[in-house]
């Protein structure tokens, strides 16, 4: 039996033969027959706060929502990395903000506002 360890978090699993998966990725080791494993080393995934998947750490308050509405959106000319920013700026969810970079100039538009022309 081959005895791989993950680091991170301490896992040990066993294989009939080697895992080239396992050797490949640089958190599992090998370890030999009758080795002790060592002390887990946290990669800081681990220890970051968790929440649940599309929830915000902190949503927007409402002034900051308001204060968001009175901003003039940029102009239909403007840079597609400027309507990110603006989009960023506007986002009331870490999800939303991830989503921006996604998004083509078009769709951002939609998105964030009427634009004046320009």
């Known amino acids: 039996m081959i005895r791989y360890r993950n680091e991170n978090n301490g896992e040990v699993v066993e294989r ?7 050797d490949f ?3 599992w080791e090998r370890l030999e027959d009758g080795e ?15 929440v649940s ?10 002034e900051e929502l308001e204060e968001r509405e009175a901003d003039e959106p940029p102009a239909r000319s403007a ?8 989009a960023r700026e506007r986002a009331v969810s870490d999800e939303e903000r991830a989503e921006v970079d996604t998004l083509t100039k ?8 009427t634009v004046a022309d320009g």
């Open 25 to 27: 990725l640089t958190n």
């Open 16 to 22: 009939e033969k080697p895992d080239a998966r396992l």
């Open 36 to 50: 002790t494993p060592g002390p887990v080393k946290p990669d800081g995934v681990l220890s970051r706060p968790q």
């Open 106 to 113: 078009e769709l951002l538009v939609a998105k964030y506002g």
């Open 53 to 62: 998947p599309g929830v915000a750490e902190r949503d927007a308050t409402d």
């Open 79 to 86: 840079s597609k990395a400027e309507w990110q920013e603006y």
